[in-house]
């Protein structure tokens, strides 16, 4: 059994698109908050975080629904069409109100531009958890980890693309000393990605006819399949594996709020703590970024030789020791330096081996018909982590000691560690022999 790469990368496409809509608007929004409307920094933050509280809500509920979807092109398919289609002309409107609010403010206008804001992330939440489903939908269970490293390697091009523009675009020589920058390009070069990739996604892939073809296959192999039948005929999980998706979502939190408390808040870290200004403390995070994308298809290979819980394990290990490595170098030194550099790029291995294999043991058990809730039930974990984390940690630094925020994130990463222990279900299983030839007739 074979993975087919070309395919995966096609149905990745939409988490491209994701990523480079969401790089823009971590890069961009703070400075038309601030710049433009003169919000305060803390408005400026509440805003910033309504995406992470309303994903708590929206991608469960959209990613369920999309389970219960029957049309022509699929369930998955009519909610990325139609959030792609709403974000792209909602996010235009933003530049416009932005240059419009620099020329004549009005109390109107930032109304305006708030509400339409809220409205465009209620169109990316339609699609996120339904666009990240579709890769569980055709692709068998025991490939489903190689499948996830390569879509999450979409996910960084598409990141990686957005910063190129950007660089390009707006070099430093051309927006110094400026009063208001126009990102109108910007935001319709991003639209354009995402028109793009979507557009190729729906042309390319026939969801109904893969997802058939490996609703097959898999029935083919009942013992891929974890649920039960219950007197009424209904598939259930037995209590075994609820108790196992219990601790592997209390293990993605934990490590999300480890990991998301380094990577909010590392550049204040680093100003406080030793100095540094925002240069080092990206390239830092830069060369973690760069780490990760490296790993990610040499972790989903991994993964299905030793097994994902093992991969994750190992991951763990590594970040939390990384993380105390860390503390030692930056409250050592008044500089970054090359063995902080060093550090970086192994948590970046260490964060690809536990993110690459999380989403898969998640619906690995499930059956079919529930992988748009159970993937809700991933980003509920995860965005939930988010949200708090900041906030923790900000106010464990405000009031005990910047120092803490690697032990913090160390002690939370460890702690995902003995929650890992009690998953006893959704690893990779052997491959079978049996209906090896259905799955080679889906090879496009």
């Not at 994903?55 to 029957?70: E, H, Q, V």
């Not at 002309?89 to 530049?95: A, F, G, V, Y």
């Not at 073809?213 to 013992?223: D, F, M, R, Y």
Request: proline content about 4%; charged content about 15%; glycine content about 8%.
């Amino acid at each position: 059994m074979k993975l087919n790469n070309k395919r995966t990368v096609i149905v990745g496409l939409a988490f491209l698109s994701i990523c480079a809509f969401w790089q823009m608007y971590d890069n961009i929004m703070p400075l038309i908050l601030t710049n433009t409307f003169h919000l305060s920094e803390t408005w400026s933050g509440l805003i910033m975080a309504a995406d992470n509280v309303l994903a708590l809500f929206l991608l469960p509920f959209f990613g369920s629904l999309s389970d219960r979807a029957d049309t022509k092109i699929g369930r998955r398919m009519p909610f990325i069409l139609f959030g792609t289609g709403c974000a792209i002309i909602l996010m235009n409107i933003l530049p416009f109100l932005d240059n419009s609010y620099y020329a004549e403010p009005s109390s109107f206008k930032l109304i305006s531009f708030i509400v339409v804001l809220g409205i465009l992330l209620v169109a990316m939440g339609v699609y996120r958890s339904p666009a990240v489903a579709l890769m569980p939908d055709v692709t068998p269970k025991p490939l489903r980890s190689r499948a996830n490293a390569i879509i999450n390697l979409m996910g960084a091009l598409g990141g990686i693309i957005y910063l190129g523009v950007a660089a390009l675009a707006y070099p430093k020589a051309k927006t110094e000393g400026l009063a208001h920058v126009d990102y109108q390009l910007l935001f319709i070069v991003v639209a354009s990605i995402m028109f793009v990739a979507v557009a190729l996604l729906f042309i390319f892939v026939s969801e109904p006819r893969l997802s058939a073809e490996n609703k097959a296959l898999e029935a083919s192999h009942p013992e891929w399949n974890l649920a039960q039948e219950d007197a009424s005929g209904n598939e259930v999980l037995p209590a075994p594996v609820k108790r196992s998706l219990a601790f592997l979502l209390a293990s993605i939190a934990l490590w999300f709020i480890g990991y998301n408390g380094i990577s909010t808040w590392f550049t204040k870290y680093v100003e406080t703590v030793m100095g540094e200004g925002i240069g080092g403390a990206s390239t830092c995070l830069m060369v973690g970024t760069g780490g990760a994308i490296i790993s990610y298809v040499p972790i989903g290979i991994l993964a299905s030789k030793i097994g994902r819980k093992k991969t994750i394990q190992s991951g763990i290990i590594i970040l939390t020791v990384c993380l105390i490595i860390g503390f030692f170098l930056t409250t050592n030194s008044s500089s970054i330096n090359i063995f902080m550099y060093i550090t970086f790029a192994i948590v970046g291995f260490a964060w690809a081996a536990i993110n690459v294999n999380s989403l898969p043991m998640v619906v690995e058990m499930c059956k079919s018909s529930d992988i748009g809730k159970f993937t809700g039930y991933y980003y509920t974990a995860s965005m939930a982590a988010q949200v708090a984390t900041p906030v923790m940690a900000g106010f464990l630094m405000s009031n005990i000691d910047y120092k803490i925020l690697f032990p913090y994130s160390a002690v939370f990463v460890g702690l995902s560690f003995v929650t890992m222990i009690f998953v006893r279900h959704g690893d990779s299983k052997a491959e079978a022999k049996k209906g090896l030839s259905a799955y080679e007739d889906m090879d496009d």
